[in-house]
């Protein structure tokens, strides 16, 4: 079965700090990959996406993420945090040819000024 | 263009009520996709509707139901309410068609459910 684990919890960082956010996923083909990150009180917004080709791709706000395939895994990065990037981020799967995402549990972020 | 919404933003009921939820795509969507979030569960996917069908299904029980009208607009509703429906209800659309690699989903900023 498909399914998309995010191991960390929460996470704090100091703000100027660097950041990586892992994922890992379970599917039996190339999957479509994707990170979004939701504000308190708001819905999900996409940073960003990987389908093939590249398999380090850049997204909004700086982000960044690498996709692993022998390590099933699809971490986000950022270099330098800001502290407006305090939110939840989560890690998703979608089914190939279907609609249905499968997300993590997320991971929430919390920045130290 | 105007964003998805949803409505109401805030719902209280009590255990054994019925609810409804209602989610406006982004015009031109024509898929739209609901998802459970609740902490430590992360987001379940519900159902996705497009052009009045159901496409998808998750594994929720049969209380929750959902429809989708020819103008996209889509309700979900939940019957006999349980305290662990307490929730945000998130609704998503796409422009739908082929699930191709260029889709994306666009949230609305979800339906708050307490269950009493």
């Known amino acids: 079965a498909q399914s998309v684990t995010q191991p960390d919890i929460h996470i704090t960082v100091s703000e100027g700090a660097s950041l990586e956010l892992r994922c890992n996923y379970s599917?039996?083909?190339?999957?479509?990959l994707f990170w979004y990150v939701q504000s308190p009180g708001q819905g999900l917004q996409l940073l960003l996406k990987y389908f093939s080709g590249d398999t380090l791709v850049q997204g909004i706000k700086g982000f960044e993420a690498e996709f692993k395939r022998s390590q099933s895994s699809f971490n986000l990065r950022k270099p330098s945090v800001h502290w407006s990037d305090a939110a939840e981020y989560f890690c998703a799967v979608r089914t190939s040819g279907t609609y249905k995402y499968i997300f993590g549990t997320g991971t929430r972020l919390k920045v130290l000024a | 263009k105007a964003g998805v919404t949803q409505t109401p933003r805030y719902l209280i009921k009590t255990r054994g009520q019925q609810v409804t939820l209602s989610c406006s795509p982004i015009s031109g969507h024509r898929s739209v996709s609901w998802y459970q979030q609740t902490p430590g569960q992360g987001l379940q996917f519900l159902f996705e509707?497009?052009?009045?069908?159901?496409?998808n299904k998750g594994n929720f029980p049969g209380r929750f139901s959902g429809r989708q009208f020819s103008n996209s607009r889509s309700e979900m509703n939940v019957s006999t309410l349980e305290l662990g429906d307490s929730a945000l209800y998130l609704c998503a659309s796409s422009p739908g068609g082929q699930a191709g690699p260029n889709e994306k989903l666009f949230f609305g900023s979800g339906t708050q459910l307490s269950v009493l």
């Open positions: 509707y497009f052009s009045e069908t159901q496409r």
């Open positions: 599917y039996g083909a190339t999957p479509y």
